[in-house]
């Protein structure tokens, strides 16, 4: 079945202390993988596409990467506003609907 | 930046009572989703819709639940009879394309009493 896991689970880190967070995945065919922010008691904002393996995309201190087993979501230099639960998620085999990973909740101290 | 709204952004209900959430999807967008997350845990998907008809549901969605565009704008997810277990935060989500990412709205907060 296809499944999308990430990990850590949680991460804390000092602000300025870079890190990276996992999203690995199993799917016969990728059409995409998407990273999300979400901040407690809110929707899901969109951050990043990722279509084939070698693929990056930056915005900010954030840069996703993509290969054929995992993306990663790299954070340089974070600050205490780049607290949040990022997730990741993809396309459920032929379909629309997104399978999102748990999440992983970021706190970033100053 | 055109964005995804949702409302009420709260809705607490009695079990057995029926809701309607309501949404209005990014202005030239085709595709539209509702998911749900319940507290603690993952965005699950609940359905998508295309061209005024269903073309994807989950085993959540049962006949309790239905979907409706009533307009050129709106986009609403009505749930009949509420369960306890209905309680959770709803997102819908509009997409301009089936293969592209999905834009969430802020979610409406159900609590079913």
């Known amino acids: 079945e296809d499944q999308v896991t990430q990990s850590p689970e949680a991460l804390r880190l000092q602000e300025g202390e870079s890190s990276s967070l996992n999203c690995s995945y199993t799917v016969s065919g990728l059409r995409g993988l998407f990273w999300y922010r979400q901040d407690p008691g809110k929707g899901p904002e969109f951050l990043f596409t990722l279509y084939s393996a070698g693929e990056e995309k930056e915005k900010e201190r954030l840069k996703a990467t993509l290969t054929k087993k995992e993306s990663f979501l790299h954070i340089t230099a974070p600050k205490p506003e780049d607290s949040a639960t990022y997730l990741c998620?993809?396309?459920?085999?032929?379909?629309?609907?997104?399978?999102f990973g748990k999440g992983m909740k970021l706190t970033v101290n100053p | 930046e055109p964005e995804v709204t949702q409302t009420p952004s709260h809705q607490v209900t009695q079990m057995g009572q029926e809701v309607i959430l309501r949404c209005v999807p990014i202005?030239?967008?085709?595709?539209f989703y509702w998911y749900r997350q319940i507290l603690g845990q993952k965005v699950e998907f609940l359905v998508s819709?295309?061209?005024?008809?269903?073309?994807?549901k989950s085993e959540i969605f049962d006949d309790q639940f239905s979907v409706e565009r009533p307009d050129g704008s709106n986009f609403t997810l009505k749930i009949r009879s509420t369960k306890l277990e209905d309680s959770a935060m709803y997102f819908c989500?509009?997409?301009?394309?089936?293969?592209?990412?999905?834009?969430f709205g802020p979610g409406t907060r159900l609590t079913v009493l």
């Open positions: 202005s030239n967008h085709l595709y």
């Open positions: 998620a993809m396309p459920y085999r032929g379909s629309e609907k997104l399978v």
């Open positions: 989500a509009s997409s301009i394309d089936r293969a592209n990412e999905q834009f």
């Open positions: 819709f295309y061209n005024n008809e269903i073309s994807e």
